[in-house]
């Protein structure tokens, strides 16, 4: 097809992509050129400013490494994440809500035996014991489901960030027992910023939005016959749970403190799973 004039131009995409193979992503790249191309006539951006957007998408893989995932990072300040996972995962008051992955997520977190310390060197902090039950939607203990957890810690940082913790540090891969139940022991972690040394970083100060996330556990829990769960537990107590700069403080993953027996913190995290098939994400760092 000649180009007579830039209205021209969206169908020949379109048509150029039509014999692509794969159904689904001649759907999904048509979808985008469409969007795109109206994105491009709403904004009418001049040269310079198409310039500055191809400079921020080159700098966000240039500025992805084996400790940061910066594209992660944009998906994340900008909704997209915690908005895929809730059109695959809408909130309907059974199954637990499902919350980003983030980009500090790392495969082959130790092995812990119920009630393990995922604290793993002298890290300082407030002693935390994390407890719950994971289900499925009929409301069964499911035995042996797998719970990985990460989280930052009282400074703010995750272990490959931080120098002074060692590997794997407050990460820990636990099994249910046969109620479906799970605990272990942690310290408090503390909110932090995202990283904003890259473009990111720069968007964020050009738009005037803080960096900070409020203090949050993961977990990504999977049992077989169900679908993998990823999502995020936030104590009612935390500053700028309104204003998280990833979106992703959901109303059902605000948990309350308890007490232990012997005084101590905990908060009670249940979790519920779907039926679906269990598959581990790629990680967004080593």
């Given at each position: 097809m000649i180009i007579d004039s830039q209205g021209d131009l969206t169908l020949a995409v379109e048509q150029a992509m039509a014999g692509t193979p794969d159904g689904r992503l001649r759907e999904i790249m048509g979808a985008l050129v469409r969007h795109?191309?109206?994105?491009?006539?709403?904004?009418?951006?001049?040269?310079?400013?198409?310039?500055?957007?191809?400079?921020?998408?080159?700098?966000?893989?240039?500025?992805?490494?084996?400790?940061?995932?910066?594209?992660?990072?944009?998906?994340?300040?900008?909704?997209?994440?915690?908005?895929?996972?809730?059109?695959?995962?809408?909130?309907?008051?059974?199954?637990?809500?499902?919350?980003?992955?983030?980009?500090?997520?790392?495969?082959?977190?130790?092995?812990?035996?119920?009630?393990?310390?995922?604290?793993?060197?002298?890290?300082?902090?407030?002693?935390?014991?994390?407890?719950?039950q994971i289900r499925d939607l009929s409301g069964n203990p499911i035995a042996g489901a797998r719970i990985d957890v990460w989280q930052a810690s009282p400074v703010g940082l995750y272990e490959n960030q931080d120098a002074d913790q060692p590997a794997m540090n407050l990460r820990g891969l636990f099994t249910a027992d046969a109620s479906g139940h799970y605990h272990f022991e942690t310290i408090r972690p503390a909110g932090y910023p995202v990283p904003t040394d890259g473009p990111v970083g720069d968007l964020l100060r050009a738009q005037l939005r803080h960096p900070y996330r409020p203090a949050h556990i993961h977990f990504m829990v999977t049992a077989p016959g169900h679908a993998t769960l990823i999502t995020q537990i936030f104590a009612d107590d935390q500053e700028r749970l309104d204003s998280d700069v990833t979106f992703g403080v959901l109303k059902p993953l605000v948990a309350t403190f308890e007490t232990t027996e012997d005084g101590h913190p905990a908060l009670r995290c249940d979790f519920v799973l779907e039926p679906g098939e269990t598959r581990i994400p790629k990680a967004p760092i080593p």
């Open positions: 795109a191309h109206a994105f491009i006539r709403e904004v009418r951006p001049s040269e310079e400013e198409f310039e500055r957007g191809l400079d921020f998408l080159v700098g966000i893989g240039q500025a992805t490494g084996e400790t940061n995932n910066e594209v992660v990072l944009a998906a994340d300040v900008l909704g997209v994440s915690t908005l895929v996972g809730l059109l695959n995962k809408p909130l309907d008051g059974v199954r637990t809500a499902p919350a980003l992955l983030g980009p500090f997520w790392r495969k082959n977190a130790p092995e812990c035996a119920l009630g393990d310390s995922i604290v793993r060197c002298g890290t300082p902090g407030s002693r935390l014991e994390v407890r719950g």
